[in-house]
């Protein structure tokens, strides 16, 4: 079970829902300024995503709990992170890594017609080391 204190982001939307999940993964930084990362190795990523609207869809959700998990967990969970095209021109540092998975969600839910965005997405890759993303620009209606 994940239970864990996340950074917050201040905004005016009426609900907020955040999404916990965690991911099995492998890359390598293939820069020799990343030392021993440039060799191939393991985490298990734990992510949050925060998600927030005014409005809700007519069974009640902001968004589904089971679409995030599934754009995200599904795609690169068990994978060599090197390997998925979203890697392929820039390295999946845990910077990179945050970035993409808040440009997969933010795709999905443009679609939705109650309007809900991504204004957060925290990744940690080990117990040291975590990243938090935000869009530089968050709209509001
Ligand atoms: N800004 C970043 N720095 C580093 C990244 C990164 O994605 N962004 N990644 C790595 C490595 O991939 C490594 O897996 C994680 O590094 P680090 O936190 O140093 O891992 P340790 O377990 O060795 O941390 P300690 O706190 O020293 O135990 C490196 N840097
Ligand atoms: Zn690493």
Redesign the pocket.
């Known amino acids: 079970m994940i239970q864990q204190i996340y950074p917050t982001t201040p905004h005016l939307y009426a609900f907020e829902l955040n999404k916990d999940m965690q991911l099995a993964t492998a890359?390598?930084?293939d820069y020799e300024d990343?030392?021993?990362?440039q060799r191939v190795?393991g985490?298990t990523y734990t992510i949050n995503i925060t998600i927030a609207g005014d409005h809700l869809t007519d069974t009640g959700f902001l968004v589904d709990f089971k679409q995030l998990k599934q754009l995200i967990h599904d795609r690169f969970d068990h994978q060599l992170l090197n390997e998925d095209p979203l890697f392929h021109d820039v390295?999946?540092?845990?910077?990179?890594?945050a970035k993409t998975v808040y440009e997969l969600i933010e795709a999905s839910l443009k679609t939705m017609t109650n309007a809900p965005t991504c204004i957060q997405v925290f990744v940690r890759?080990?117990?040291?080391?975590y990243?938090v993303y935000r869009p530089k620009e968050v709209h509001h209606e």
């Open positions: 890359h390598f930084i990343a030392g021993k990362c190795h985490h390295p999946p540092s845990t910077e990179n890594v890759e080990t117990p040291t080391s990243v």
